[in-house]
């Protein structure tokens, strides 16, 4: 199965793709202020890849619970310089992770591949520049909602999508783990991905660090989460996620590894 983002034909399905994250903000839950220059940035993320990443994934807002929206010229003139040096370094696929249309625009035009829409919605002015340049959307489902919410949502996104003009091959659907929904139904979401899988269509899943890692596991320091991670990673992938997210790339693919041969093996 192939997930086209532009002239990238990115093969899912036979194995879990990695995607590796990268913040270049001063206020990410997890590790603000660690890559806010161009140049750390750039370095963390040729590490991620030789670390095993498939994808990198560039953030310059953070959406953590309570966070102060910047403007959409701030969150560009922060991912202009990574994105510039980062494809003259490599070609690997490289995704930004951006709500506005305009970052998504200029993003593609500088040489990125894919578009991780966390807004939770389908609009034509994102659908437009993602059609113009061919990219990969993720669409994210956000807000409240348990099981039965997040499969309704991928198939009504889907051809909302579709009907403006992108096509199918060109989608992937993320969950929206952490996104306004309560610890209990996040766990739902991630111990049951079998139920609300659209099939057809690559799944992204977004758990790296979050709140219901340390709300399950007892574990207050987003970057002290990584066993909790590699659980909960475990029980997606054994329920048919294809790519996860992740900030620790080195420590956490050997469990994603082990995930996917103890899914290959069941009977």
């Given at each position: 199965?192939?997930?086209?983002?532009?002239?990238?034909?990115?093969?899912?399905?036979?194995?879990?793709?990695?995607?590796?994250?990268?913040?270049?903000?001063?206020?990410?839950?997890s590790?603000?202020?660690?890559?806010?220059t161009?140049?750390?940035?750039?370095?963390?993320?040729?590490?991620?890849?030789?670390?095993?990443?498939?994808?990198?994934?560039?953030?310059a807002?953070?959406?953590?619970?309570?966070y102060?929206?910047?403007?959409?010229?701030?969150?560009?003139?922060?991912?202009?310089?990574?994105?510039?040096?980062?494809?003259?370094?490599?070609?690997?696929p490289?995704?930004v992770?951006?709500?506005?249309?305009?970052?998504?625009?200029?993003?593609?035009a500088?040489?990125?591949?894919?578009?991780?829409?966390?807004?939770?919605?389908?609009?034509?002015?994102?659908?437009?520049?993602?059609?113009?340049?061919?990219?990969?959307w993720?669409?994210?489902?956000?807000?409240?909602?348990?099981?039965?919410?997040?499969?309704?949502?991928?198939?009504?996104?889907?051809?909302?999508?579709?009907?403006?003009?992108?096509?199918?091959?060109?989608?992937?659907?993320?969950?929206?783990?952490?996104?306004?929904?309560?610890?209990?139904?996040?766990?739902?979401?991630?111990?049951?991905?079998?139920?609300?899988?659209?099939?057809?269509?690559?799944?992204?899943?977004?758990?790296?660090?979050?709140?219901?890692?340390?709300?399950?596991?007892?574990?207050?320091?987003?970057?002290?989460?990584?066993?909790?991670?590699?659980?909960?990673?475990?029980?997606?992938?054994?329920?048919?996620?294809?790519?996860?997210r992740?900030?620790?790339?080195?420590?956490?693919?050997?469990?994603?590894?082990?995930?996917?041969?103890?899914?290959?093996?069941?009977?």
């Open positions: 199965m192939i997930w086209q983002c532009r002239d990238k034909a990115i093969e899912y399905g036979t194995r879990v793709l990695v995607m590796g994250i990268v913040n270049v903000t001063p206020d990410s839950f590790d603000g202020g660690c890559y806010v161009a140049e750390a940035a750039v370095a963390h993320a040729l590490t991620l890849l030789q670390d095993g990443a498939d994808i990198i994934d560039l953030g807002q953070s959406t953590r619970p309570g102060q929206e910047i403007t959409p010229e701030e969150e560009w003139q922060r991912l202009q310089p990574v994105i510039t040096a980062l494809r003259q370094q490599t070609a690997a490289l995704s992770d951006t709500y506005f249309p305009s970052v998504a625009a200029n993003a593609l500088a040489g990125a591949d894919i578009i991780n829409d966390v807004s939770g919605t389908v609009s034509l002015e994102m659908a437009q520049v993602v059609q113009q340049y061919g990219a990969g993720v669409i994210m489902h956000s807000g409240a909602g348990g099981i039965e919410t997040v499969k309704a949502f991928f198939p009504q996104a889907a051809a909302a999508a579709t009907a403006f003009g992108v096509r199918k091959e060109q989608l992937c659907f993320d969950m929206g783990i952490g996104f306004g929904k309560s610890v209990e139904e996040n766990l739902a979401l991630l111990a049951n991905v079998e139920k609300y899988k659209y099939s057809g269509y690559p799944l992204l899943l977004g758990v790296s660090r979050k709140r219901v890692i340390g709300a399950a596991g007892g574990e207050q320091t987003p970057f002290k989460r990584l066993p909790g991670n590699v659980a909960a990673d475990s029980a997606a992938i054994c329920g048919g996620v294809d790519m996860i992740i900030h620790d790339v080195k420590n956490e693919i050997q469990g994603i590894r082990t995930a996917e041969a103890l899914k290959a093996a069941r009977c």
